[in-house]
């Protein structure tokens, strides 16, 4: 029998509506390659590619309010703290939305300066102008939606997460076909999709979190006094732990932006093919994230309410159910891949140069699956320094293995991408045992 009410069954059914949720994630970002990959050149993809690298570099740095705000609250939840879980979400969502507008205000020095750091090849750098333009708009929506959906997948209400982000990547990708493939908007096209798409989820936003706290929702936030909501000790943990994690997110960013400045440097060829096979890369990464977080969940829960079992039971069936699905998808990278990128781009060239590092690609889900997972082990512990270490001690190995592989090329710039998932597991995993001792 399940130990605390913790079964497989019971782990699956948290977990599929954030698979689901997190399938549509990457599926936006492929309806935007096939729509400008077969209704536009290689240079409009690879602007594109180039300016959603630049933009995640620039809003996944406050992923932490996502990643931190789920580990808080799933301890509140677990200690069965109401208020603090009211708290939270109020504390996360002033604090996404001002950050959010300041992006907005800098953005005319970001994206100019973005695009001199990635060294934008000829005729790319318009595109993903363009696109980044209209992208920022957004960032208000973006970023306090990151904090409404991390509060309720903390509180493991993931089917309330699945409808909001169904809803937000319907309206994308409707917007898309009707930007960019009725009306021909281009790269900007993209961006203005996505930015209004935004706002309408954090519109669903707003109303999944008056269903989670019920009819009397004004008044229970009402309820949260200004001692309660300033409290210097949750203030001080929300801002440490979000230090932490931003720094670790700023690590991992830099090596996927250093992954496609390589590529950018050997041409637009090899730079479209990358983020081509990319999109297989992510929609792996973003699905077997719906474990991860489930596991962010349960562990946070589980140290809430001080059950070792729980605790260890999680880790285990999360991890089961994470190495089966990597499994699952490297064979259908390797199965289907050619497919895949026949209906993304038209481009012979790209196709090409795709179809010779899909091997590559396809090793990524069983190299990357146990990196996934145990960030999802130490967010939900709220381990902000073991995250933060491990990510800056990967990135420093993986610049140097970039450079000792360079000679081989594009090649080369896989090897040193898979090299960087093998050192964060190894890093994380160091620090499991102190974890684990801590649990008693």
């Known amino acids: 029998m399940a ?19 997190q399938a549509l994630v990457p599926l936006v970002s492929v309806v935007d390659v096939a729509v400008i990959g077969r209704l536009s050149d290689g240079r409009n993809l690879a602007g594109v590619a180039l300016g959603t690298t630049i933009l995640n570099l620039v809003f996944w740095s406050f992923g932490f309010l996502r990643m931190g705000v789920t580990g808080i609250t799933a301890q509140a939840h677990g200690a069965g703290d109401e208020p603090e879980i009211c708290a939270t979400i109020l504390r996360s969502l002033a604090l996404g939305l001002g950050l959010g507008v300041g992006l907005l205000v800098l953005s005319p020095g970001i994206v100019p300066l973005g695009l001199r750091l990635m060294a934008a090849p000829d005729g790319v750098g318009d595109a993903a102008h363009d696109f980044l333009t209209m992208r920022f708009i957004g960032a208000p929506a973006a970023l306090s939606f990151y904090a409404i959906n991390g509060w309720l997948l903390g509180l493991g209400r993931t089917r309330l997460a699945l409808g909001v982000q169904t809803v937000m990547n319907g309206i994308n990708i409707g917007l898309d076909l009707l930007f960019v493939g009725a009306l021909g908007m281009g790269a900007r ?125 999680a880790i285990r069936l999360t991890g089961e159910f994470s190495l089966g699905g990597a499994l699952l998808f490297s064979l259908a990278i390797l199965v289907l891949g050619d497919a895949a990128i026949a209906f993304l781009t038209h481009d012979a060239a790209i196709r090409a140069q795709a179809h010779a590092m899909l091997p590559y690609c396809a090793a990524v889900p069983l190299v990357g699956v146990a990196s996934w997972l145990l960030d999802g082990i130490f967010i939900g512990a709220v381990a902000g320094a073991v995250l933060r270490n491990a990510a800056v001690v990967a990135l420093g190995l993986y610049l140097l293995t970039d450079f000792a592989v360079k000679p081989l090329g594009a090649a080369g710039i896989w090897l040193a991408l898979l090299a960087s998932y093998a050192y964060r597991a190894l890093a994380l995993g160091w620090a499991m045992p102190a974890l684990l001792r801590a649990s008693r």
Do not use: K
């Not at 830099?254 to 590529?263: D, H, L, Q, Y």
């Not at 637009?268 to 990358?274: D, G, S």
């Open 3 to 21: 130990e605390a009410g913790i079964s497989r069954r019971a782990i699956f059914a948290q977990a599929w509506p954030i698979i689901l949720g």
């Open 189 to 313: 096209g993209v961006g203005l999709g996505t930015t209004l798409a935004e706002y309408s989820a954090l519109l669903g936003g707003m109303v999944a979190i008056a269903l989670v706290l019920g009819p009397e929702w004004r008044d229970q936030l009402r309820s949260i006094g200004r001692a309660r909501l300033l409290d210097r000790a949750a203030a001080a943990r929300l801002i440490v732990v979000n230090a932490d994690i931003m720094v670790r997110t700023l690590a991992l960013l830099a090596i996927f932006t250093w992954f496609t400045r390589s590529a950018a440097a050997l041409g637009p060829v090899p730079l479209a093919a990358n983020h081509v096979l990319m999109q297989m890369v992510s929609i792996s990464a973003f699905v077997l994230d719906g474990f991860a977080f489930t596991a962010e969940a349960r562990v946070g829960a589980a140290i809430g309410a001080r059950s070792r079992s729980s605790l260890l039971r």
